[in-house]
């Protein structure tokens, strides 16, 4: 019975050095610091991907059908303008996000993130 306990996990955890457990809590938050880096980055990329369709799918004139088309009355180019505009500018700002996200990932895991 003495050897089972002399290889039991709580024994050994016991007896592990400084260094030991510093490098395991070492490892256990640069696993999780970059797997929510990793994560963040992801969804970084996902909002953009999907900004950019709905700002491609504003030139759809549309409306019900692909024989239909928005009424010249009913069409109000400054809201139009107004909204590309403002999707464009959080496109850009998303962008300069993810890329220095991509940066720093690299920099901080040594690694690079494929985008989606």
């Known amino acids: 019975m003495e050897d089972q ?10 007896k592990r050095n400084n260094e030991k457990i510093r490098d395991d809590r070492a490892s256990a938050i640069a696993e999780d610091a970059q797997l929510m880096y990793k994560r963040e980055t ?32 009913d069409f109000d180019a400054k809201d139009y303008v107004a909204k590309d505009l403002e999707m464009s500018v959080k496109i850009r700002n998303l962008e300069i996000k993810l890329e ?11 690694g690079t993130i494929n985008e989606l």
Not at 5 to 14: I, P, Q, T, Y
Not at 47 to 68: C, G, H, I, V, Y
């Open 5 to 14: 306990v002399n290889k039991a996990a709580f024994l050994e955890s016991l």
């Open 42 to 73: 992801e969804d970084l990329a996902l909002s953009l991907k999907r900004l950019r369709r709905e700002q491609e799918n504003m030139l759809d004139m549309s409306p019900t059908d692909a024989n239909s088309l928005v009424l010249a009355s």
């Open 100 to 110: 220095l996200a991509k940066k720093r990932y690299t920099h901080l895991f040594g």
